[in-house]
């Protein structure tokens, strides 16, 4: 079974705290990781792929097939980052459909 | 930046009554696909499309659910006869394939 779990439902940090945003899935094949950003009244946008190895806005996040982990991290959060954080999976290969996790709120304190 | 586009941002509709819910992906994607979220709960995944038939669908998109692209640019979910729990936030996206799909701003469907 396809399936992606978000542990926290609400993470909240001071302003140039560190972020670690918690994901955690499970597949019976090689899946790809997607995180997902929705800030407030917007729709979701793409953040990062893990099989780009990107940094953007200047989060990062690993796969670990091991723990089976992609968490997302950031080492000093900033107010912009507040938002919704959607952990997503699909098989390899063209055009699969994305399973997600129940996301996790993302709020920053100043 | 292309963007996914959907039409309207919010619908209310009584139940037993038909909807459609319009979308136009991204001019040169391939796949197509629709996802729902009720309130409170988890994005889920309703059917996928592609070369101009339905390449997976889930258990939610039963017989009252079909799609059509229409034209070249249109991509359609009709809900033939709505129930009160079909209300829900309705999200189009798009991909090339394998790189993650990009979302429209959603369609919020409200059955009374």
């Known amino acids: 079974a396809q399936r992606v779990t978000q542990p926290e439902k609400l993470l909240s940090v001071f302003k140039g705290a560190p972020v670690e945003l918690k994901c955690n899935y499970s597949y019976s094949g090689s899946p790809e990781l997607f995180w997902y950003v929705q800030y407030s009244r917007q729709r979701l946008q793409l953040l990062l792929r893990h099989i780009s190895r990107e940094s953007i806005k200047g989060f990062t996040a690993d796969l670990n097939k091991g723990e089976t982990s992609f968490h997302l991290k950031k080492p000093f959060a900033q107010e912009e980052d507040s938002a919704m954080y959607y952990c997503?999976?699909?098989?390899?290969?063209?055009?699969?459909?994305?399973?997600f996790g129940a996301g996790t709120i993302l709020r920053v304190k100043s | 930046e292309p963007e996914v586009t959907q039409t309207p941002s919010h619908q209310v509709t009584q139940m037993g009554q038909e909807v459609i819910l319009r979308c136009v992906p991204i001019?040169?994607?391939?796949?197509f696909y629709w996802y729902r979220q009720i309130l409170g709960q988890k994005v889920e995944f309703l059917v996928s499309f592609y070369n101009n038939e339905i390449s997976e669908k889930s258990e939610i998109f039963d017989d009252q659910f079909s799609v059509e692209r229409p034209d070249g640019s249109n991509f359609t979910l009709k809900i033939r006869s709505t129930k009160l729990e079909d209300s829900a936030m309705y999200f189009c996206?798009?991909?090339?394939?394998?790189?993650?799909?990009?979302f429209g701003q959603g369609t919020r469907l409200t059955v009374v």
């Open positions: 001019s040169n994607h391939l796949y």
């Open positions: 997503a999976l699909s098989g390899q290969g063209g055009g699969n459909k994305l399973v």
């Open positions: 996206a798009s991909s090339e394939g394998g790189v993650g799909a990009f």
